[in-house]
Structures are given as C-alpha cells and as structure tokens.
C-alpha cells in the first residue's frame, strides 16, 4: 500500500489519487487536517523499528507501506496548552516550563518519524517542505547554476545592487487577508533610489532585477522533469501571479540537458526527490531563482498537457508491487 501525506482542497493530490483508483492501486491518504496527534506507540528494538499510528479507528505501521508520499502534509504532535497540566495550585511559570519541555520533546519526535520515513522508500521528506532560500542559493552556486545577485541587510546604504531591483521574503511567500486587510509579501519591483539612504528596517533580501525574455516554471518528480515557458503579455508584472493568466503564453518547454543536469544534482544535495523550480531565462544564460519543495503542478500539467498527476501515479504504483 501506498501512503499520502498531504492537505485537504490539493487539486494535484486529489488527481493524483484519481488516477489511482483508476489503477485500482490501494493506497491510504492522510491529510494534514487528519494527522494530528494519530501516532499511539513507537517500538524500538534490535531487530525492527515500528511507528503505528491510528486512523478511521484502524492501527498502521509505517513500516507495512511500500512507498511514502510526503506531499505537503505531515504526523503531526501537538503538546496540550500549559493550562492544561497539573493541578491549579502549580504556578503558572511552572506549567510555562512544563509547556516548553513537552513542545522540545515534540520536536524530537517528528524529527525522528521525519528520518524514520526517510530510511523507507519515499519521496521528498515532510521536515523539508519549507526549503530555506539562501541554502538553495548557495547549494545552486556550488553546482554551477547562475543565480541574481542578491544582498540581504538591514540599512539602506547598504544595498549595493543598481538600477532596477525587487525585494521577498527570505523565508516563505506570506499573504493573508480578513475582510478589511490584505497582507502581501510576494515578489515586488522597485527602483533603488526610491529607498533612502538613511532608512533601516529588520533584516530583508534584495536582488538584481533580471532582465526577462522567458519565465520557466519546471517540475521535477524523480527522474522527470516538466517545464513550461511563460511569455507574460504585460513585461511590467514582476510576479506572474499578479497577472492575467489567460492573457499570457504558456507553452510546453525543453531545458538545456546541462540545465537539466543541474537541477536534478541540486534537489539531490538538499535531500529532495520532488519539486517546482522558477528560472528565468535572459537571452543569454538560464537564471536559477528558487525552489518549492510542496509547490504546486497541476498548474504546468494543465496547460502543457503533460498529464504530471498520471506519470505520479504510475511512479506509485509500480513501487506499490515490489514484494
């Protein structure tokens, strides 16, 4: 059987396991809203390690399935709030420390479920979903990837890049909205001078605008890799999620084998076997932006025709037989 760690409302998982039931390929999906707190026992002896966990009132073992899909999802362990422990006469700082220790402890467990699935077959690692973006980059350099010039700091005057440049979140895309506000911290375009000298703000990344003549959004999934080019209409839109997709070319697109390469060595270096890459290309060289190691496909498999959801299923199933 194959296990699916993964959330509710993801259109790609839910095609995926489509084409699963199609296969009539036995599987066990869990999604993140479902796995908190389902692990009962772990067993460590000598001979075999054992994680059972519980769901729709049934007992697995981890070990009992054939491959682990971490797509997003998660066992998730959540410690009770620090009002919960003892009695009332305990002092609050005591039921804080109390607190405090059971979270580390929680900790240690998903780190070692996370490396316990790791020793298994599986594909990509649910402690990875949220690469970090300056190890990437780093990583890229070492494999020989172009990369933006990019600075992070924390005074303007130290902003050394020129001309043109935009600013993101060093970590994740943040945006949350409620009815009156929306929080917004995507990819955004600005002009150096516009940012004063004498401004300091908390720690942010700037990088060298690239000029755009491609835009590549590619998907790997093992040995496969699916790219699409995206001509925007609009050369004005820095992030392509801000646009008009039905008013931008997007066209199934061939990458350089070396380009190819290169990536499928980066996602080996950081311990991943799936996930979506930004490039961009300038007319001259393929620049390499970011990874999402949780993004998104059906978006690419959509407009490229490329069926992604199927080859996943298949990848699946033919682990799903090996005795």
Known sequence: MILILSEQRDVSTDKVCEWLDFYNTPYLRLDEEWSTNIIQKINITNQQIDVFFEYNNQLYNIIDFKIIWCRRGFFNIIPPPPSAYLNKKIP?????????????????????????????????????YNSNKLIVLQQAIKIGLKIPETVICKKAEDITLTNRIITKTIKDVFRRKNEKYLFDLC???????????????????????????????????????????????????????????FSTRMVPFNLPIQIITKLKKLLKNIGLESASIDLIYDGND???????????FDYVSVRCNYYIERTIANNLTKYSTIN
């Open 92 to 128: 609050i700082e005591a039921k804080k420390l109390f607190h405090h220790q059971l979270s580390e402890e929680r900790h240690s467990l998903f780190d070692f479920i996370g490396e316990f699935i790791v020793t298994k077959n599986h594909i990509n690692d649910m402690r990875k």
């Open 187 to 245: 990819v955004r375009s600005m002009q150096r001078e516009a940012i004063k000298n004498d401004d300091e703000f908390y720690y942010s990344l700037f990088q060298h605008q690239i000029n755009r003549e491609i835009e590549i959004r590619s998907f790997v999934f093992q040995k496969n890799i699916f790219s699409m080019a995206i001509f925007p209409i609009d050369k004005n839109i820095t992030d392509i999620r801000d646009g008009d997709a």
């Open 286 to 296: 393929f620049v390499f932006l970011e990874l999402n190691p949780a993004g998104q």
